[in-house]
């Protein structure tokens, strides 16, 4: 069965950090890209940073790519995204999801962790 478990978001203020983590079980990891995407209320969901472990690539929203930064752990099947300096609009529900190989729109998903950043 395959799971993705987000874990890492709550409350935090302005100018401040969270990581978020993305367990993942019941694929070969290597072979699926892994994104996070968010949504924020009366939003569409959008994806934020993903990488491919197939091949090191990684792809990426302007907006986030000077603030987040995407890594995976192999060896713990796990993805991250470090967010530093949160700004309130980054206020939304990220999740994970994966795709074989590369980048895509989302194949699995997991259930969400709130991220809120207060001014």
């Known amino acids: 069965e395959v799971q993705l478990v987000e874990s890492g978001g709550g409350l935090v203020q302005a100018g401040g950090s969270l990581r978020l983590s993305c367990a993942t079980s019941?694929?070969?990891?290597?072979?699926?890209?892994i994104g996070w995407f968010r949504q924020a209320p009366g939003k569409e969901r959008d994806r934020v940073l993903c990488i491919s472990n197939h091949d090191g690539s990684t792809y990426g929203r302007d907006s986030v790519k000077d603030r987040f930064t995407i890594s995976s752990d192999n060896a713990k099947k796990t993805v991250y995204l470090q967010m530093n300096n949160l700004k309130p609009e980054d206020t939304a529900v990220y999740y994970c999801a994966a795709d074989f190989l590369h980048c895509s729109g989302g194949t699995y998903w997991g259930q969400g962790t709130q991220v809120t950043v207060s001014s």
């Open positions: 019941g694929f070969t990891f290597e072979n699926y890209a």
